[in-house]
């Protein structure tokens, strides 16, 4: 299994490398200046999201971002996953698995009332690890 632990500034050039993967995945394009920001606020301990990453021997495997925010719902903050990626060359590997469970113990730390996530419909993969790991509602997401 890899280690998981927190991103850290000198990660840049390894975590560009899967964010731009991650994107093109989503069939997003994003500015530099939103990378850079983005960036910026994952390694900043004092602010959300916040990011973690599965290493092994040096190189990053994946990423995962996620914050904590209220609730009418909940009298705890819940937490939102909000972006999960793994390099192809890892899939299948335990990876992304090991990276939500990271997720959980940090809401678990802060009693969070849930975790949440959302993904493409065209996501298969990603949607059969979901499955075993998550229960899948039937909300419907709307933007402006």
């Known amino acids: 299994m890899p280690d998981i632990r927190a991103l850290q500034p000198s990660d840049r050039g390894q975590w560009e490398i899967l964010w731009k993967g991650y994107l093109r995945f989503y069939r997003q394009h994003l500015s530099d200046a939103v ?6 606020r994952l390694v900043d301990e004092r602010q959300a999201p916040y990011g ?3 290493e092994r021997e040096g190189t990053l495997l994946g990423f995962v971002h996620y914050l904590f925010h209220s609730s009418t ?9 909000e972006d999960l990626f793994v390099d192809p060359a890892a899939r299948g590997g335990g990876v992304a698995r090991a990276l939500i469970h990271a997720v959980y113990a ?3 730390r802060v009693k969070a009332g ?3 996530w959302m993904t493409q419909e065209f ?3 990603g949607r059969a690890l979901y499955d075993t790991l998550a229960h ?5 997401r709307y933007e402006r």
């Open 114 to 116: 849930s975790v949440y």
């Open 73 to 81: 719902w909940s009298l705890n903050d819940i937490c939102y996953l």
């Open 106 to 108: 940090a809401a678990d």
């Open 136 to 140: 899948r509602t039937s909300l419907i």
């Open 52 to 54: 973690l990453v599965a």
């Open 35 to 40: 990378t850079d920001a983005t960036f910026a």
């Open 123 to 125: 996501n298969a993969d």
